[in-house]
């Protein structure tokens, strides 16, 4: 069935350090969201990324959408504390392009 | 932004009971909301879709006469967990798009709901 992997699982930084988080679908995706998820909270929306190749910033994170688009990144420059949760890709199905089918996920964990 | 809201955030309820969990979108209405459950430390898997007006579809391998839905308004949703075993304690979140975003935008999340069966 459809896969969508992230690695690593889990990261514990400095703050300052840089953050780097990977996606890879087992398909080709029209489109490709991510999230994050602060440790006791819900999913929320970071960006959407549609073409091929696409590379879009927000601050000190910046996307990147594969040219296969199979893959997927998400970089943190200089994280802070606030950066903490769990950062998911998530892609649509397959078999619904309206259900999102949602990546492993990484931890981020940043000490102060 | 977009506002869902789920109601109850916690439940606690003993083995063989049922449990309603209910999903409403607050400013905007939503023909279509997803259903996910997360296990700890885990990623979101798909449950089901719910559909206002028409019966929910269920991904594989998701009891469909377990986790009942119903969408009987444009703003509402609700999942009821039949028969609740221990197992399926978890974290269950709902989800929505508003209508001009169609059928690929962002997500909107409740705040989820945490259940755990004695």
């Known amino acids: 069935g459809q896969q969508v992997m992230q690695i690593p699982q889990y990261q514990h930084v400095q703050e300052g350090e840089d953050f780097t988080t990977y996606c890879n679908s087992s398909t080709t995706l029209s489109n490709i969201q991510w999230y994050k998820q602060r440790p006791g909270g819900h999913p929320v929306f970071l960006i959407q990324?549609?073409?091929?190749?696409e590379v879009k910033k927000q601050k000190r994170l910046t996307f990147q959408f594969g040219e296969a688009k199979k893959n997927s990144s998400l970089h943190i420059t200089a994280t802070q504390t606030t950066d903490v949760g769990t950062y998911f890709c998530a892609g649509p199905k397959t078999t619904g392009f309206q259900k999102l089918v949602f990546g492993t996920g990484t931890r981020l964990l940043v000490s102060p | 932004g977009a506002v869902v809201s789920q109601h109850p955030s916690w439940v606690i309820c003993k083995s063989g009971t049922s449990v309603k969990i209910e999903c409403r979108s607050l400013d905007f209405q939503a023909t279509t909301m997803f259903w996910y459950r997360q296990f700890p430390k885990q990623s979101l898997m798909l449950m089901a879709t719910?559909?206002?007006?028409?019966?929910?579809?269920?991904e594989q391998g998701v009891e469909k006469d377990k986790f009942l839905i119903n969408h009987a308004s444009l703003t509402l949703s609700t999942l009821t967990v039949t028969s609740a075993h221990p197992e399926d304690s978890s974290f269950y979140i709902c989800?929505?798009?508003?209508?001009?975003?169609?059928?690929?935008?962002?997500?909107?999340f409740g705040e989820g709901s945490r259940l755990t069966v004695l």
């Open positions: 719910s559909n206002e007006g028409s019966k929910a579809t269920y």
């Open positions: 989800s929505a798009r508003v209508a001009w975003q169609r059928n690929t935008g962002e997500l909107f």
């Open positions: 990324l549609v073409k091929s190749g």
